[in-house]
């Protein structure tokens, strides 16, 4: 071990060659579909209109719930039918490109979509639970000058498909999907799901949403709301829809106490400051003490770790159930930021856990895969550049 805790023992890379065909020209891909988008779909592809809801419900659990790709293995469907299907119909999840698995057990995937385009999906395996972290855009659009993702452009959004098709696609590599026959088994490999990969979630709200509906959906998946957390980086026109259409947990993206810090470190602040962050989140319409909002705070050495930002944060948030979610700055290549000392980082959670909030400390994981928070960033995109480059471009000190 280091002397920061960080695993020293080799990697495993793994070059996947995991056979996903795209879809043929004309058909449809049911995978990212809502239930009303499928029947529809089913409709016009010949599905009597009577039957419709019954044929989305029974495909719905052979995709969701038991994980299968082949029509012809739906077989409480009528041979005829499950042709017709496969004529119109494919079920395809996006390309795993290589696994990496970390000395802490840590999986990170490189991940293909439509396109050639890549985004990077990461399991975190911890004692009774395990998290996915899934990406919803490739790129981003914020440019937060502390995270590895934030120098690479936005390139597209990610479909609902292509969103849900991560957690399918780790359900794969994992063993997870249940067997038929087999005695029920409730145990979750992935019991949590995190949209803090790559892209800002709420630039991308619609698609986002129907993936997490389908993740949640009793008969397939099957995650409960409370198990899915969503990290923004304060996109406020759309906060209070992600209580309504989605509601799931909230989580903040904040690392700074004042706005001329935060304008710099997450530009997003100049069009929507601290104030008016704070405004919306104390209106977030499913606000409780058993249902806080997370306060995600990266830890900047001399850049926003003071005890005075300390004080700064609780006085800020005053009134708002939450935690505040201390994050060891994870180092990328050509980062213009270093990780304050851990005595720092200590002395920080302290202060605010003597003001009544909890202020755990995350706990590094995947670092030597480049696989921790804010080190995600598609292979092909990866620019090995020096800090000054770095900081020149994002008018970071």
């Known amino acids: ?225 409370r198990r899915i957390t969503l990290s923004t980086s304060g996109v406020v026109p759309e906060i209070a829809r992600t209580a309504e259409e989605i509601g799931c947990l909230l989580a903040v993206s904040f690392h700074a106490t004042t706005d001329a810090v935060r304008d710099k470190l997450v530009p997003i602040n100049k069009k929507w400051n601290i104030e008016t962050l704070l405004n919306a989140l104390r209106e977030y319409p499913r606000l409780s003490n058993s249902e806080r909002i997370t306060f995600e705070y990266v830890m900047l050495k001399d850049v926003n770790d003071s005890d005075a930002d300390a004080r700064r944060l609780v006085k800020l948030i005053a009134g708002i159930p939450a935690k505040i979610n201390l994050i060891p700055f994870n180092e990328w290549p050509g980062a213009p930021y270093q990780r304050s000392s851990w005595e720092r980082i200590e002395t920080f959670a302290d202060i605010v856990h003597k003001a009544g909030y909890a202020s755990p400390i995350r706990t590094p994981r995947g670092e030597d895969i480049m696989a921790a928070c804010g080190q995600l960033k598609s292979a092909t995109e990866r620019a090995r550049k020096s800090r000054a480059e770095i900081a020149a471009e994002t008018g970071a000190a």
């Open 1 to 225: 071990m280091t002397a920061q805790g960080i695993p020293t023992a080799p990697i495993t890379q793994d070059v996947l060659t995991i056979p996903r065909k795209l879809p043929e020209e004309g058909r449809v891909n049911l995978v990212g579909l809502t239930r009303d988008a499928m029947r529809d779909a089913l409709i016009v592809a010949g599905t009597p209109e009577k039957q419709a809801k019954m044929r989305v419900g029974q495909i719905w659990q052979w995709i969701y719930h038991w994980g299968v790709r082949d029509f012809a293995a739906m077989t409480n469907l009528a041979k005829d039918y499950r042709a017709l299907l496969a004529e119109k119909f494919s079920i395809t999840l996006p390309e795993i490109v290589s696994r990496q698995i970390s000395a802490d057990g840590t999986r990170k995937y490189l991940v293909r979509i439509a396109g050639g385009h890549e985004v990077e999906t990461v399991y975190i395996p911890e004692e009774g639970r395990g998290t996915l972290c899934i990406s919803s855009q490739v790129g981003c659009t914020l440019t937060c000058t502390f995270c590895h993702t934030g120098t690479q452009k936005l390139v597209r959004n990610l479909t609902a498909g292509e969103i849900v098709g991560q957690i399918m696609l780790a359900r794969d590599d994992l063993g997870e999907w249940p067997q038929p026959g087999a005695p029920k088994d409730e145990t979750r490999l992935i019991s949590n799901i995190v949209l803090m990969g790559m892209g800002e979630p709420l630039y991308n709200f619609d698609a986002v949403r129907d993936a997490m509906r389908i993740a949640m959906d009793n008969e397939g998946i099957s995650l409960s709301r």
